[in-house]
């Protein structure tokens, strides 16, 4: 059977779903029961609970192997190293961009010294002997908000291109594959 790499990812949640079942060596008896009928009902729950988790274990790791195979050969794997590449350089740049503080002309810069200079001394403190000036034009801004609407736009390509892949790719669940998560009611 052909599934998509869409298809197979959300097989590989439901297939987690059936391991996060909890499986209990321990059996409660009332002292109205019989204790051989139920530890041995009991007993033929848990190996069967044990026998589908091992199962579900083969499956789901046959399954992921033959994604990573798939997503390798189709180019995958690139294109969400280069995603993750323009998410970083998105994070950083959307930092910059934010500057809200701007460069000042050096001669404004000169005269905040100069006045900084004739203050006499203010109170015990003393008086100010530096400025804290920016080093970024609105321009520089400019240009990072701009590669930032870059970066969406060749972000958002990528997932349309990864999107296509994960439809169109294709894996093959062999026949026992196919019976295990029939049988477990996920197919």
Do not use: C
């Amino acid at each position: 059977m052909k599934i998509s790499l869409r298809k197979a990812n959300a097989l590989q949640s439901l297939i987690q779903e059936g391991l996060g079942e909890n499986v209990t060596p321990l059996v409660t008896i009332n002292k109205f029961e019989n204790p051989s009928a139920v530890v041995a009902s009991a007993a033929k729950e848990f190996l069967l609970g044990v026998s589908k988790k091992f199962a579900l274990v083969d499956v789901l790791f046959s399954i992921r192997k033959k994604v990573g195979h798939a997503n390798a050969e189709v180019g995958i794997d690139a294109l969400l190293t280069d995603l993750a590449l323009l998410e970083k350089q998105s994070y950083i740049l959307k930092g910059l961009a934010s500057t809200t503080t701007f460069a000042a002309p050096i001669e404004q810069v000169q005269a905040a010294l100069d006045e900084l200079k004739t203050q006499k001394q203010d109170g015990i403190y003393g008086r100010r002997e530096s400025i804290n000036v920016s080093i970024v034009s609105r321009g520089l801004v400019d240009q990072y908000k701009s590669s930032v609407n870059t970066l969406r736009k060749q972000k958002q390509e990528l997932s349309d291109k990864l999107l296509h892949l994960n439809v169109s790719t294709e894996i093959e669940l062999s026949e026992e594959e196919e019976a295990v998560l029939k049988q477990y009611e996920i197919l």
